[in-house]
């Protein structure tokens, strides 16, 4: 499945796109600003975002220059209210792959975008691999040394945000946020819970341990064995 960044701080209007691009078949992450949208970008793989210009924080440009500095070449569409041919040169110089200004029909957004993924070299793989774990994304299964895994919903998308980011600390903020779209409360203890579920069926009926927490941050997933 084609997984999709969202950046967009109307509440009205990301919800539409949400909707519309999940029952379109896409998986799309959400966020309403601009520092939001470089935290995830940065730690989540996507194949395509569709970025706001005027955001809080850090407006589109912003994270545009910034994804391309640090050679993220993740195709970006543009949506704007702006519809001067100034900002859309602007846009596409910048390194936007195409802009669309609002409102627009969602068909030719959805146009746009197979356009997009098509000309761009990037693909969503269709298995993870970390150590002796291997996640197929397709069939939405994990195997663990070659013994299938028995993870809900939730486990796996738990388990497939720390293998596509195997190595890397992610806090808790971060995994909450994708894999419950919610905003993370210090009180609430949900991705704690989840994560010792997840190593009860990952880690514990094997000696060799792949979930790693770091203290105070929040998790990693070892990519070696």
């Known amino acids: 499945m084609v997984r999709l ?3 967009e701080d109307e509440p009205k209007t990301a919800a539409y796109l949400k909707k519309g691009l999940t029952e379109n078949g896409f998986v799309a992450d959400l966020v309403h600003d601009g520092d939001q949208a470089v935290a995830f970008a940065t730690a989540g793989k996507y194949e395509l975002i569709l970025l706001d210009i ?8 912003s ?6 500095s640090r050679g993220d070449h993740t195709p970006v569409i543009c949506l704007t209210a702006r519809d001067a041919v100034d900002d859309r040169v602007k846009g596409l110089r910048a390194g936007a792959d195409d802009y669309l200004t609002k409102p627009f029909a969602f068909s030719e957004l959805l146009a746009r975008i197979h356009t997009v993924l098509r000309r761009s070299p990037q693909r969503a793989p269709d298995s993870i691999r970390a150590g002796d774990l291997e996640i197929d994304m397709a069939r939405q299964r994990a195997t663990r040394g070659g013994r299938r895994l028995d993870l809900t919903p939730k486990e796996f998308l738990l388990l497939s945000l720390l293998a596509r980011n195997a190595g890397n600390v992610l806090s808790r903020t971060v995994i909450a946020e994708q894999v419950w779209d919610m905003n993370f409360d210090c009180d609430t203890n949900v991705v704690d819970v989840h994560v010792r579920r997840l190593r009860s ?6 000696s060799q341990k792949l ?6 941050v929040g998790y990693a997933l070892d990519d070696e064995e």
Do not use: C, N
Request: a positive charge; hydrophobic letters at 50%; zero cysteines.
């Open 5 to 7: 960044l969202i950046v």
């Open 211 to 216: 979930i790693r927490t770091i203290r105070g």
């Open 63 to 68: 994270v545009l220059a910034h994804l391309r």
């Open 54 to 61: 005027m955001l809080p924080h850090r407006d589109g440009w």
């Open 201 to 206: 069926k990952v880690d514990d009926p094997f």
